[in-house]
């Protein structure tokens, strides 16, 4: 199983609401990543996790909030988000952070802040 | 100047013509990664490669490190190519984390 997988595929929320993006992957990698990604530009990094614990964080805004709940699983907790996260949120894995290892991209969850 | 550079940002084909997708890097990496992006989609990995080629199916990556240049060949295009042609690196500036170029855009047309 070389899948990662990301729930909801879409999301419209307001700027009030407190909603959160799932990640889970089942490849026994040990690193996982969030990614924004712009309309026609390249994915930007957002938080690392190597080993269930937070390694990088890119300097986002707090009103992102990330989780690891165990090996398998990466959340992304969203609060008063502002128009301009609207995006593509991209989860990744791969086997270790520190290596040349290949990255496995989940399909994104498209959203929408209204 | 971005440390990673892609040419050309947008490519017009006809089906069954030869694609060459160019990556130039000005980084020390430990490895280079070709992605494809269809519309609206997720990213797939195709390739990642730290030196020579590699090929599958119609798909051939080579890289030369002491020039940092690295190449993405479709053979016999499709329709099906159509997509954002990604090229990343694995930098040690960067923590060997992903450092991406600006994508190509490639329209393929029967």
């Known amino acids: 199983d070389t899948e990662v997988t990301q729930t909801p595929k879409h999301l419209v929320m307001g700027m009030t609401n407190k909603k959160s993006l799932k990640c889970e992957q089942h490849?026994?990698?040990?690193?996982m990543y969030w990614y924004k990604q712009k309309a026609k530009k390249p994915p930007e990094l957002m938080f690392v996790?190597?080993?269930?614990?937070?390694?990088i964080n890119e300097s986002v805004p707090s009103r992102f909030s990330p989780e690891c709940p165990n090996s398998s699983l990466l959340n992304l907790h969203l609060h008063a988000l502002q128009p301009e996260d609207s995006a593509l949120y991209l989860c990744?894995?791969?086997?270790?952070?520190?290596?040349?290892?290949?990255?496995?991209f989940g399909p994104g969850t498209r959203l929408t802040v209204t | 100047k971005n440390e990673v550079e892609q040419s050309p940002q947008n490519l017009t084909a006809q089906e069954g013509e030869f694609i060459t997708i160019n990556c130039s890097y000005s980084v020390g990496i430990s490895a280079l990664h070709w992605l494809q992006q269809h519309p609206g989609g997720g990213i797939v990995s195709l390739f990642m490669?730290?030196?020579g080629k590699k090929k599958h199916g119609r798909l051939i990556a080579t890289i030369n490190i002491q020039e940092k240049h690295s190449s993405l060949h479709i053979t016999a295009s499709h329709p099906r190519d159509s997509a954002v042609y990604i090229c990343a690196v694995r930098s040690y500036n960067a923590g060997n984390m992903l450092t991406f170029g600006g994508g190509t855009r490639l329209m393929v047309k029967p």
């Open positions: 490669l730290s030196s």
């Open positions: 996790y190597s080993y269930e614990k937070l390694s």
């Open positions: 990744a894995s791969s086997q270790d952070a520190g290596g040349a290892y290949e990255q496995y």
């Open positions: 490849m026994g990698h040990r690193a």
